[in-house]
């Protein structure tokens, strides 16, 4: 059974930045693209990019591109998002996905001082 | 960056009853190996979004087939028939064919 568990939620201060983790189980993340998808309070969804962990290659929405860095470790099966110079804009539910098909539970991230 | 257009914005509708969602995007999602790489989702209040369509027309591993993708190039739709109360929530479309991939933006259905 393939899952997707991602790290807990995260505070953190305008300006700061955090780490995001979603680590797969059943399935070999090299085999397949990590995306990464975000969802404003009360708003839709929005993607914000993808990585290919077999080489490290990503591609980003032009909004995120100066604001996410996304990484994976395929040895722990893991991909990360770093969220820098985090704005009171930020503050959203992050979602993994590995490709279309199977989400992670989501992490909230607050930006707040 | 290719606009997914959904319609309605929300729907009222009766247990036991059908609907259909519209998804209309800005060009043809067709991509180069063939493939039109259009899904749709299904998200409950406080879970993350569960696939239930993909490729235009391909129901996910457990979705029951009241549920039905149906469309090519730009045009979309998904039909839910013999609505049942676990079917509310917002209904997403998506499209994975052209960088950066877009959603559209929701469709809510609520009991009538």
């Known amino acids: 059974e393939v899952q997707l568990q991602q790290s807990g939620a995260e505070l953190g201060k305008p300006g700061t930045s955090v780490k995001l983790s979603c680590k797969v189980s059943?399935?070999?993340?090299?085999?397949?693209?990590m995306h990464w998808v975000n969802q404003r309070p009360g708003k839709g969804l929005e993607w914000i990019g993808r990585i290919d962990p077999a080489n490290g290659n990503t591609i980003y929405a032009e909004k995120f591109k100066s604001k996410a860095t996304l990484t994976a470790d395929t040895s722990s099966n893991t991909a990360y998002m770093q969220l820098s110079q985090l704005k009171s804009d930020d503050t959203a539910i992050y979602f993994c996905a590995m490709g279309p098909l199977y989400w992670g539970q989501g992490v909230m991230v607050t930006v707040s001082s | 960056d290719v606009v997914m257009t959904q319609t309605p914005v929300s729907l009222s509708v009766s247990l036991g009853g059908q609907t259909s969602i519209s998804c209309r995007s800005s060009q043809s999602l067709v991509h180069s190996d063939g493939n039109t790489y259009l899904y749709w989702y299904l998200q409950k209040p406080g879970q993350s979004p569960q696939l239930l369509i993909y490729k235009v027309s391909n129901r996910f591993s457990g979705v029951p087939d009241r549920f039905s993708g149906s469309g090519s190039g730009t045009d979309f739709t998904l039909k839910i028939s013999r609505v049942e109360p676990e079917d509310l929530g917002v209904y997403y479309c998506?499209?994975?064919?052209?960088?950066?991939?877009?959603f559209g933006a929701g469709t809510k259905l609520e009991l009538k």
């Open positions: 059943g399935y070999n993340i090299r085999n397949t693209y």
């Open positions: 998506y499209q994975g064919t052209h960088y950066p991939y877009t």
